[in-house]
Nanobody
Framework: QVQLVESGGDLVQPGGSLRLSCAASGFTFSNYVMRWHRQAPGKERELVASISRLGGSPNYADSVKGRFTIFRDNAKNTAYLQMNSLKPEDTAVYYC????????WGQGTQVTVSS
């Protein structure tokens, strides 16, 4: 059974940090490009970051460049999104996504940035 389970979402003050995790099971994790997306209330889903199968070539949306870092540990079948200098506009549900021959999605984790 394929699963992507996100965790790490929380309520944090502006300027704070969070690390999201995405634990994968049921497929060959290292064969898949991993992506993080987010969706804020009333807005379309946005691609935030992506990383290649072996952990290279990270790409970021302009809105998070320099603040967020995507990385993965293929030995642990887990992808991560380190988020620093968080802003209220980062508030959203964050989803991880594995893409290759198939397209898998997690259920999402809520990140709220507010004072």
């Amino acid at each position: 059974q394929v699963q992507l389970v996100e965790s790490g979402g929380d309520l944090v003050q502006p300027g704070g940090s969070l690390r999201l995790s995405c634990a994968a099971s049921g497929f060959t994790f290292s064969n898949y490009v991993m992506r993080w997306h987010r969706q804020a209330p009333g807005k379309e889903r946005e691609l935030v970051a992506s990383i290649s199968r072996l952990g290279g070539s990270p790409n970021y949306a302009d809105s998070v460049k320099g603040r967020f870092t995507i990385f993965r540990d293929n030995a642990k079948n887990t992808a991560y999104l380190q988020m620093n200098s968080l802003k209220p506009e980062d508030t959203a549900v964050y989803y991880c996504n594995a893409i290759s021959t198939h397209d898998y999605w997690g259920q999402g984790t809520q990140v709220t940035v507010s004072s």
